[in-house]
């Protein structure tokens, strides 16, 4: 007779476990990788510094609030640091409003490419996840009003989104919000937001400002280089913040990431080093890879989507492959529904020539092979 054994709760087994970008490849190389979007210029050496400080220190708890960081961030760009939550990552923040805000016979949208974490939080919490079809890539605002029900509860958008490097434009985002019924909660995740200089574009503080249902989630694994530390933040209507406070571990951020936060935070010359790095070698990238005769999606982040023919000793598969032997590692992306691309991250000069450099073997140097 079956064992009458713990079950988790519904929707939890139908999680798909996140599997993130590479790190190794076989025979011990170091790689270049170029698989999860970190900078290539690493974090402020002050946050370095203020890191290695807060070591005298462990055996301490952290301020549970991070009030030091929120004050940080609120002078950074001029917010309310009360409306401001710190999380261990944007991830952890993704998760706790799902955890607030969804449960069993309850919905949530994002978009067909949208980022994994979201799926992961509407089922960890019983509710349904509902895929809107995107439109070239594209979020596409009428196709996420139109798949809004009664049971509708958030909606999940990446502004720009991971793994397409696309973005909306503030107009749209409004028009997303005010075609949203009140009692749905906009969630717009900008952890590329630093990336983005358009006029057109808005990471969200605008409507957070404006509206009491729409959080903004932000990182600093990003262009502020502190992945391994696990800083994000949400920038939040104060009654979503208290509702955040209630549920976050009481110290979910630790003290060194805190101190090394606030030294990222305040050293603008190097977040500037990051984004002229970044518009320097991202166009370059994508006509490169163009020319050799792959397609790629344009992109405002600091990463491209690059798209391979289906033939499959051309395919994405046998490029990962090729690239792989040469230490170099790219993102699969057919856990986003696109088995025909690669992700590839903007590297340091010299990791990007490497890249393209082997792409140009791969392909045949004299390209010209389709996508
Ligand atoms: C769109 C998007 N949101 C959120 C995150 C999570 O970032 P973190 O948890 O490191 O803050 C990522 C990381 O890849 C991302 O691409």
Redesign the pocket.
């Known amino acids: 007779m079956a064992a009458n054994l713990p079950e988790p709760k519904p929707g939890i087994l139908d999680i798909d476990i996140y599997v993130p970008g590479e790190s190794h490849v076989p025979g011990g190389l170091k790689p270049v990788k170029l698989s999860?979007?970190e900078t290539p210029l690493g974090p402020s050496p002050r946050a370095v510094e203020a890191y290695r400080a807060a070591a005298a220190e462990l055996e301490r708890y952290p301020d549970g609030p991070a009030t030091t960081l929120r004050q940080a961030i609120a002078r950074r760009y001029g917010l309310d640091a009360q409306r401001i939550v710190c999380g261990?990552?944007?991830?952890?923040l993704?998760s706790l409003i799902a955890h607030a805000y969804l449960g069993p016979g309850d919905e949530a949208i994002y978009t067909t490419h949208g980022?994994l974490?979201y799926r992961i939080a509407i089922l960890s919490n019983g509710a349904t996840p509902v895929v809107a079809p995107e439109r070239d890539l594209r979020t596409d605002v009428d196709a996420i009003l139109a798949n809004v029900t009664d049971r509708t509860r958030v909606v999940y958008l990446?502004n720009p989104?991971?793994p397409t490097g696309t973005y909306i434009p503030v107009h749209e985002v409004r028009r997303l919000r005010a075609g949203l019924p009140s009692r749905v909660l906009l969630v717009l995740?900008a952890?590329?937001a630093e990336y983005v200089r358009r006029n057109d574009y808005e990471a969200g503080i605008e409507l957070v400002a404006t509206t009491p249902n729409t959080v903004m989630?932000r990182?600093?694994?990003?262009i502020h280089g502190l992945?391994s530390l696990?800083?994000?933040w949400a920038y939040c209507p104060e009654a979503v913040a208290g509702v955040l406070n209630r549920l976050r571990g009481p110290f979910n951020v630790s003290s060194p990431a805190i101190a090394a936060g606030i030294a990222a935070i305040e050293d603008g010359a190097h977040e500037e080093r990051a984004f002229e790095h970044n518009a320097r070698w991202l166009p370059w990238l994508e006509s490169e890879i163009a020319r050799l005769g792959l397609a790629v999606t344009p992109s405002v982040a600091n990463f491209l989507l690059i798209h391979f023919p289906r033939d499959k000793a051309k395919s994405a598969v046998a490029c990962d492959e090729f690239l792989k032997s040469r230490a170099i590692i790219l993102r699969r992306v057919a856990g986003y529904g696109l088995p025909d691309c690669l992700r590839l991250t903007v590297g340091s000069e010299a990791e990007n020539r490497a890249v393209v450099a082997a792409l140009a073997e791969f392909v045949g140097s004299s390209g010209g092979t389709g996508a």
């Open positions: 999860s979007n261990a990552g944007s991830d952890e993704l980022f974490v990446a989104n991971n995740d952890a590329y989630t990182t600093f694994s990003k992945a696990r800083i994000g």
